[in-house]
């Protein structure tokens, strides 16, 4: 019994843990020109009480853009506690032109839902084994029947990120992605990043310069 609910268990993590984190949808404005912007702002909206997760948010990002050629940098490296300091949305705008930011990367949790399954103890995909007699029958059908079930509890994580052009004042690009119970933040925030990197080179919202380089 021990061992049949041992596989059960470790099938069902095995089917939760892949493909963690996907873009539910994806938009970018039509007459939007790709451009290599100079200076990118990476800005987590998040309160305080999530600074770690925003933290990883913010330099996993940075780091994909840097890798493609951009200057990137993170707010809160940037502002340090300030970044949790509320300011009017103009003011905000005013300071990055004034530091020469071109572009932000927005990226916020819209929802955060728990979730609790239970599942039952005993395979009964295929009927019971008649041959071999009663006992072994018997033995059978007891393992599937009062096998005890178990409860496996999953967290999912929904995620919007936009790219804003700081003269213009636009947004020019936005992607919402899912995040199915990951295993840890940080393989949450990596693979955020990955997925909005691929998506916006894919839409030429951002080019690769180390390529258009060589």
């Known amino acids: ?62 780091n994909d853009l840097v890798e493609k050629g951009y200057h990137a940098v993170s707010s809160i490296d940037v502002y340090q506690a300030k970044a949790y300091e509320k300011s009017s949305g103009r003011d905000i705008v005013e300071e990055f032109k004034s530091t020469g930011v071109d572009a932000v990367i927005t990226l916020v949790l819209l929802n955060k839902e728990k979730e609790e399954k239970y599942y039952p103890g005993g395979f009964f995909t295929k009927p019971v084994d008649t041959y071999g007699g009663i006992d072994k029958y018997y033995s059978q059908a007891y393992e599937r029947i009062f096998t005890p079930g178990y409860y496996i509890s999953t967290t999912d994580y929904f995620w919007e990120a936009n790219l804003f052009e700081v003269v213009a004042d636009k947004i020019v690009y936005s992607v919402r992605t899912r995040s199915f119970d990951p295993e840890s933040t940080e393989i949450l925030a990596h ?24």
């Open 1 to 62: 019994m021990k061992i049949t609910k041992l596989i059960m268990i470790v099938l069902a993590f095995a089917g939760l843990s892949c493909n963690a984190t996907k873009i539910t949808s994806s938009w970018k404005a039509a007459d939007l020109q790709t451009k290599p912007y100079y200076n990118v702002m990476v800005w987590g909206i998040l309160p305080k009480s999530d600074s770690t997760v925003r933290k990883q948010l913010e330099t996993h990002m940075v």
């Open 191 to 214: 693979e955020n990043a990955l997925k909005i990197m691929k998506d916006m080179l894919r839409k030429k919202v951002i080019i690769d310069q180390n390529s258009t380089n060589k």
